[in-house]
């Protein structure tokens, strides 16, 4: 059974740093992507970025707004992907959502990608 499990979430100053990781289940993570997703308060779900582990040189993905001060990364071996957040904003502040697709190469900013989600956690960026 496809099981996808976040932790990291909390609360961090602007500027600051926090890292995610989604660890997945029922599935070898090198066969699929993994994207993260985050929902602000009032506003759509969006995804900001996507790995594909099996695939050459790691194959990732982001969007704009995150690109240069987040870091998506994955361990096969233990079937993890984290999502390390530096500078973070507090424009930043959501829930944030692992999910597995099956490429990045596909439109995995959008909910329609998405097979599985993860639980979600909250990250609060506020001084």
């Known amino acids: 059974q496809v099981h996808l499990v976040e932790f990291g979430g909390g609360q961090v100053q602007p500027g600051g740093s926090l890292t995610l990781s989604c660890t997945v289940s029922?599935?070898?993570?090198?066969?699929?992507?993994i994207a993260w997703f985050r929902q602000a308060p009032g506003k759509g779900r969006e995804g900001i970025s996507c790995?594909?582990?099996?695939?050459?040189?790691?194959?990732?993905a982001y969007v704009d707004s995150v690109k240069g001060r987040f870091t998506i990364s994955g361990d096969n071996a233990k079937n993890t992907v984290y999502l390390q957040m530096n500078s973070l904003k507090p424009e930043d502040t959501a829930v944030y959502y692992c999910?597995?697709?099956?490429?990045?190469?596909?439109?995995?900013?959008?909910?329609?990608?998405?097979?599985?989600w993860g639980q979600g956690t909250q990250v609060t960026v506020s001084a």
């Open positions: 999910a597995t697709g099956l490429s990045c190469s596909g439109a995995y900013y959008e909910r329609a990608w998405v097979d599985y």
């Open positions: 029922g599935f070898h993570l090198s066969s699929r992507s």
């Open positions: 790995i594909s582990t099996g695939e050459p040189d790691g194959n990732t």
